[in-house]
Nanobody
């Protein structure tokens, strides 16, 4: 099993920045990639960004490209999501997730991000 714990959410004004962190523990050697999803009220959960544990290749949703950056610290088994130029539509609960192969198998509890206009 893998446990994921997010931190770093909060309230910020439009145009501001936040950095989310997600620390993985347990059978971390089984992880091939980690990422972030988000879910706004009344909407489905959507993909935000992902990063390969080996090699560090990244992928982003079109809605966050150029504003968000995902990174990793392998030694700390932690990923980060640097969010800049935040917009009110970025308001959501952000979930950290990890995959053993392709499908995301593990999920964190989520952290709230609120962007005020």
């Amino acid at each position: 099993q893998v446990q994921l714990v997010e931190s770093g959410g909060g309230l910020v004004q439009a145009g501001g920045s936040l950095r989310l962190s997600c620390a993985a523990s347990g059978r971390t050697a089984s992880i091939s990639k980690m990422g972030w999803f988000r879910q706004a009220p009344g909407k489905e959960r959507e993909f935000v960004a992902a990063i390969r544990w080996s090699g560090g290749s990244t992928d982003y949703a079109d809605s966050v490209k150029g504003r968000f950056t995902i990174s990793r610290d392998n030694a700390r088994n932690t990923i980060y999501l640097q969010m800049n130029s935040l917009k009110p539509e970025d308001t959501a609960v952000y979930y950290c997730t990890a995959a053993r192969i392709c499908q995301y198998d593990y999920w964190g509890q989520g952290t709230q991000v609120t962007v005020s206009s």
